[in-house]
């Protein structure tokens, strides 16, 4: 009885203990008795991938467990403990290390990795590295040298940024010859430093520069050799123009490019060599123009001194000066155009400007005479500085008259089209269409009024295909806006030529046909026909691109030429303040154009080939005075 209780008992034991063995976990890393390979980490690799830097990856194994431990040894030395990774699921790791330090002692880099669970730990995976080690430090370049002198001498060196983790230092080398004996300049330990300024140096010497960078093993590259040769005189300017305005002789020259000038400045010389008459005062470098107080009707000789402050010097060209007036003229008046002569008026400077393949017409001194205005048949003309040292074309419609705002920089002009355009000439802006004409439609003789901010003009308004309409005058602001209608001409009446007085309160124009008439402004529809003494009316002639009828400066008068029996030309003065408002000035002449308030140039017909001069207080059996041998050229006005 007792041994089959016995054996009841031990075959329930194996029961149980068989039961027990299929629910215990034996790949729980928690469980000390688990299979440990289950959860090691597999396939521990090394790789270098920075100098100062080992990546370790691996592939993670088993159930979920805390993290992985990871060693360090170095050689022959003991293992070290690294780091601990709070995460099973991470798969690299990277090792901050300073291979520097291996420079002189190399070793090989061992490192181990397993898994913990708790207390529980997993078997251990050993990977070797030999790391590469560094080599020397790269070499840095200079970038630039330079000398300053204000506040004072100054010596600047630039070089590259060395990039070496293990920077010590910067050593500074120099000599006053490529292979000659480098002597120590400065050393400096912040990679972050790259410039220097110093007070030692020579100009006057050959310098050589070397940067020298030394890490923190003792490991020296040094850079190539930077030159810096004897500092020369400086380059010599180009002494562009001398112009002449109110009193003052305005000098203008190129801006040196080199750091070192000290300044300019102006020699007054004897002709065209180079004794000394007079200097001026220290310019500054910054500027490259300058003033000097001038009588009118003076010729002197200039030349620009460049100096730089080792002392060095240099010379401008020289330059004729004169303070007497200048004449523009054409040997030739055509319809293609001639080349531009500028003449000076003084007696001894041999002054004489030719502007050549121009096609010019016309010229006249716009902008108080600092610059001159042509026609030209491509164009809508050129603007030619005083002295003719500089050109500038306006590009657009061919202008069939001309006018200018107060401060002659603009011009309103009608083109071919019948329109009327705006042209900017001190600007490289394009020339402006400020009308759009219809059929049978077209616009004349624009002209700025108001201060520049409207303009005066005729304009056709007639809607048939022949000549016949009436033509009127407006007014309109400066961008075509406001078109308002200033008389009140019908049928086949055509007032024309419109000229408003400087104090804006007349304006003179041509009833065709008819005569000259005025008008007060603005309370008049339709003026009065003006005439001489003798009751006879005037007939101004319609004269392409320089304008009939032209006011004095002080608005006073204005001078008016008449074509009589298709060949003669007469001059008339319109006086606003006399009775008869016309006297007969001047008879076979035209193109007339004031000379201050006083006189009056124009060409003369029974001369042809020469212009003259006339004062107005004149007599008219007073002979004209030769102005100058050539059919066309007009007097820059006095500065």
Known sequence: MVERINIAVFTLFIILFACEDKIREWDNPYDSRSNKSLWTPDSLEAMQTAENSIELSWVRKGRAFDGFIIDRKLGLDEWVFRDSLFDDETTTWIDTINLKTLVDNPVDYQYRIYAYADSNISLKKVVNIKPMLPGPPGSVSIIDVNYSHDPSKILSLEWQKSLEPDFYKYNLYHANTENGSKSDYISI?????????????????????????QDTTGQKTIGNSYYVPIDPPPIPTQFDSILFDNQQFYFSWSASIEEDISGYIIEQVSNTDTIIISNSILIEKTNTSFEIPVENDSENYYRVKTEDVWGNSSYSNIRPASSFQKIVMLDTVTENGNDVIIMNMGPTMPFLHTITNVKASFPVWIQNGKKIFAFTINNVGHVINQDGSSIKTISGVRPQDISFNSDQTEALFVGSDDDIY???LNEDELTVRITQNTNNEWYSDPE???????????????FSNNNIGTINIYTMDRDGKNVTQITDAVGEEKFILPRMSPSGDKIIYYFKNVGLYELNYPNEK??????????????????????????SPNGEKAIIWEKKFSSTYNLYLYDKNSNPRISFFQSNARYAQW????EVIFKYESKNTAMYRKNINSTISDDPILFYESPWAQLQPRQ
């Open 189 to 213: 330990y912040d990679a972050n430093i790259t410039t220097i300024d110093t007070s030692s140096f020579d100009v006057l010497n050959e310098n050589w520069f070397w940067v020298e960078v």
């Open 422 to 424: 705006l042209a900017y």
């Open 448 to 462: 700025f009024i108001s201060d520049d901010n409207k303009i005066l003009y005729a304009q056709r308004k007639h």
């Open 595 to 598: 000379n201050g308030n006083d």
């Open 526 to 551: 339709r003026g009065t026909m003006v005439s001489t003494l003798g009751g006879d009316s005037i007939i101004p002639e319609i004269t392409p691109y320089f304008r009939n009828i032209k006011w």
